[in-house]
């Protein structure tokens, strides 16, 4: 059974950098053919994909959030890292990594809070 579990600071000040870690058990993030997203859901708000990367490297990102976001892979380590900059209050979520655009697998997600 695969298992993700996303991990990052918590608390970040607006205008600063959000970095996140997804650490993949179960299966490599490099088997043909999958692909592994980001997705975040603010409070009170539905689901917001924000882009993923696949099994050889491609990354696509959504277009709303594609000048500040950059998705990476250390396959070594079978770990996704999630980099957002500029950060403003309104990027205050919940944080998931997940397999497949339409996933089958989650992780348990965690609070990302931008404060001014």
């Known amino acids: 059974q695969v298992q993700l579990q996303e991990s990052g600071p918590g608390l970040v000040k607006s205008s600063q950098t959000l970095s996140l870690t997804c650490t993949v058990s179960g299966g490599s993030i490099t088997t043909n053919y999958y692909l592994w997203s980001w997705i975040r859901q603010p409070p009170g708000k539905g689901l917001e994909w924000i882009g993923y990367?696949?099994?050889?490297?491609?990354?696509y990102y959504s277009p709303s959030l594609k000048n500040r976001t950059s998705i990476s892979r250390d396959n070594a380590k079978n770990t996704l890292y999630l980099q957002m900059n500029v950060l403003k209050l309104e990027d205050t979520a919940l944080y998931y990594c997940?397999?497949?655009?339409?996933?089958?697998?989650w992780g348990q997600g965690t609070q990302v809070t931008v404060s001014s």
């Open positions: 997940a397999r497949g655009w339409t996933p089958d697998y």
């Open positions: 990367i696949t099994y050889s490297g491609t990354t």
